[in-house]
């Protein structure tokens, strides 16, 4: 019997998730390409790939997960359909990153690492956008905002709103 998954990004089998496995584990340091490239193809890496994962590369579950858990990049669970991403670097922190993030939270009723219950919208935090004179920043899908406000954040969620009822329609 075979089980098929889907996630925000495709479908996913034990055998995809092998397949992606094998096209990496003979590089140098393979467990970080292994794991970036099972999540840029399936949105996420699912737990039932931590198995595979450590079989293949010759290590534990425990080193698996411990990598997972340790980059912030990393996610178990499919990405709602828009990742927001605010940097807490210092340089935002030092302009009102902690206010936004407040904000936010507030806002779409989520803490990071979480992802709104209409699975619109996951809250994610980074450590740089590299916009430093321009925070508090904030990414959104591959867009980069500086000196994003309180306000300024609403319109930007408004637009994804709105583009999330035209492409329903």
């Known amino acids: 019997m075979s089980t098929t998954i889907s996630s925000a990004t495709g479908a996913w089998t034990p055998a995809l998730i092998q397949q992606v496995i094998d096209d990496h584990k003979s590089m140098p340091g393979a467990m970080l390409p ?51 991403q605010i940097c807490r670097a210092e340089a935002c922190q030092a302009v009102g990153s902690r206010q936004l993030e407040a904000h936010v939270k507030a806002s779409l009723k989520v803490d990071y690492h979480q992802t709104t219950q209409d699975r619109e919208i996951t809250l994610e935090p980074v450590y740089c956008l590299g916009n430093c004179a321009c925070g508090p920043a904030v990414q ?15 319109e930007l969620a408004d637009e994804l709103k709105t583009v999330a009822v035209e492409v329903k329609w």
């Open 34 to 84: 292994t794991l970036h490239a099972i999540q840029d193809r399936f949105g996420h890496i699912p737990d039932s790939a931590v198995p595979l994962i450590a079989d293949s590369l010759s290590c534990t579950r425990a080193d698996v997960h411990g990598i997972i858990s340790f980059y912030h990049h990393f996610r178990t669970q499919p990405a709602g359909r828009n990742v927001i």
């Open 140 to 154: 959104i899908n591959n867009d980069v905002y500086g000196r994003v406000t309180p306000e300024r954040f609403d």
